[in-house]
């Protein structure tokens, strides 16, 4: 079964800092790009980043950039995303997805996605 596997996830206070990681099983897990998204209450879902299959390209939500980098280990078939600095309105469920060959906004090329894990941050 294909899964993905995101952790990390916990309360914070407001100026901290969280890495979150998403662990991929059962597909190949080369050429796939991956991102990361999250939906805090009432609000759609929405892009933080997304990295290449070889990590040398990265994409970031505009408002996020320089707060957040995204990583991968490819030999662990895993990817990091570690946040910085931050806020209140970080405050979501943080999504892993994979897409092929694609590392846009688009949450609709993204094959296979993560449960997500919870990220709380108090002022």
């Known amino acids: 079964d294909v899964q993905l596997q995101a952790s990390g996830g916990g309360s914070v206070q407001a100026g901290g800092s969280l890495r979150l990681s998403c662990a991929a099983s059962?597909?190949?897990?080369?050429?796939?790009?991956i991102g990361w998204f999250r939906q805090a209450p009432g609000k759609e879902r929405e892009f933080v980043a997304a990295?290449?299959?070889?990590?040398?390209?990265?994409n970031y939500a505009d408002s996020l950039k320089g707060r957040f980098t995204i990583s991968r280990d490819n030999a662990k078939r895993t990817q990091y995303l570690q946040m910085n600095s931050l806020k209140p309105e970080d405050t979501a469920v943080y999504y892993c997805?994979?897409?092929?060959?694609?590392?846009?906004?688009?949450?609709?090329?993204?094959?296979?996605w993560g449960r997500g894990t919870q990220v709380t941050v108090s002022s």
């Open positions: 997805a994979v897409a092929q060959n694609y590392i846009g906004e688009d949450s609709g090329e993204y094959v296979y």
């Open positions: 059962g597909f190949r897990f080369d050429g796939y790009a």
């Open positions: 990295i290449s299959w070889t990590g040398a390209t990265t």
